[in-house]
């Protein structure tokens, strides 16, 4: 039974940096994609970044592009998300998604058929 675990969320100030791990439970890293995604009341649900489990290639939103860093450490069978120069409007749930569909574009939500329980992110003064 596959199982995704976020942690590493919490309050930060406006400049701060979080790092996000999703700890991978049930299988280890094969091909496909794994990603972020966050989520906040006044938002829809947006792609932050995925990376390519077999390949290490990168994928971010431009809106984090340049102060956001997603990797993978393989033998631990976690993903990370090194969140630098935080915004408010950062804030928002973060989940770690897996099991990907080949074939669909990474940002896209229902590509991915995995997803764990969140961690918060606030950004405020």
């Known amino acids: 039974q596959v199982q995704l675990v976020e942690s590493g969320g919490g309050l930060v100030q406006p400049g701060g940096s979080l790092r996000l791990s999703c700890a991978v439970s049930?299988?280890?890293?094969?091909?496909?994609?794994m990603a972020w995604f966050r989520h906040s009341p006044g938002k829809d649900r947006e792609a932050v970044a995925a990376?390519?489990?077999?390949?290490?290639?990168?994928y971010y939103a431009d809106s984090v592009k340049g102060r956001f860093t997603i990797s993978q450490d393989k033998a631990e069978n976690t993903v990370f998300l090194q969140m630098n120069s935080l915004k408010p409007e950062d804030s928002g749930m973060y989940y770690c998604?897996?099991?990907?569909?080949?074939?669909?574009?990474?940002?896209?939500?229902?590509?991915?058929?995995?997803w764990g329980q969140g961690t918060q992110v606030t950004v405020s003064s």
């Open positions: 990376v390519g489990r077999a390949s290490g290639s990168t």
């Open positions: 998604a897996a099991d990907f569909e080949y074939g669909r574009t990474w940002y896209n939500s229902r590509a991915y058929n995995t």
């Open positions: 049930g299988f280890t890293f094969r091909a496909g994609l």
